[in-house]
């Protein structure tokens, strides 16, 4: 079974603050992809940014980073010098390529994000 | 802009009325998918078109009827609902199903409320 948990369900920072979002997934896929999704109030989620199984390298883009440790199932994701425009609901998801389980996205349940100005 | 449109943005229904929430993508992706999401929930998976063929129905009640007309455009037709059935309704696509790496799209969604 596929799983991914989110334990943060609400940050408050301040303004220019760096915040780290953890996101811990299982599954005894050898192969699967893991996703951020950035929800704002309008609704819309925002696709930001994927990682495969077999590619541990960490990547910054911008004010966004994503450290993915095979080691630890995790695959959190920090934002450096926040602003009040990243508030938003940010989801991590998980897909894996076989058999019923194809085209599912197995969400976790969400950390709320707000920035105070 | 996303590139996935929903329409309407914001339907109010009473529980005998029919209606339907319209999706369309252009980016020539052969998968669509309905999900629900409730407040502070993530979303909810409900069916899932591949190739203008229905390949997942998350056991939703027949109340809720899809249709896939044609590669871009997919509907969900609604017919006495429920008040749980109060959400937001989002549509996604993707190139298709059977890539694991490919990030599905979402649409604004339609926020509906049964009265």
């Known amino acids: 079974a596929q799983k991914v948990t989110q334990a943060q369900t609400e940050i408050s920072v301040v303004e220019k603050e760096d915040v780290t979002l953890d996101c811990v997934y299982e599954t005894r896929d050898t192969t699967y992809y893991l996703f951020w999704y950035k929800q704002p109030p309008s609704g819309e989620l925002v696709f930001l940014i994927r990682r495969n199984s077999f590619d541990e390298q960490n990547e910054i883009s911008g004010r966004y980073s994503w450290n993915f440790q095979k080691s630890t199932s995790s695959f959190n994701f920090t934002i450096t010098a926040s602003q009040v425009v990243d508030s938003a609901v940010y989801f991590c998801a998980l897909r894996v390529g076989r058999g019923s389980t194809l085209g599912r996205l197995y969400f976790g349940r969400g950390t709320q994000l707000t920035v105070w100005p | 802009d996303t590139e996935v449109t929903q329409t309407p943005k914001h339907l109010v229904m009473g529980m005998t009325n029919k209606k339907s929430l319209k999706c369309e993508q252009h980016?020539?992706?052969?998968?669509m998918y309905w999900y629900k999401q409730k407040a502070k929930k993530p979303p909810e998976l409900m069916f899932v078109y591949s190739y203008e063929k229905l390949s997942i129905n998350e056991s939703v009640p027949s109340r809720f009827s899809p249709e896939c007309p044609n590669s871009s455009l997919l509907n969900l037709h609604l017919h006495a609902l429920q008040p749980e059935d109060s959400a937001l309704y989002l549509c996604?696509?993707?190139?298709?199903?059977?890539?694991?790496?490919?990030?599905?799209?979402f649409g604004d969604g339609t926020r509906l409320s049964i009265l």
């Open positions: 996604a696509s993707s190139q298709h199903t059977g890539g694991v790496r490919q990030p599905q799209h």
């Open positions: 980016m020539g992706h052969r998968a």
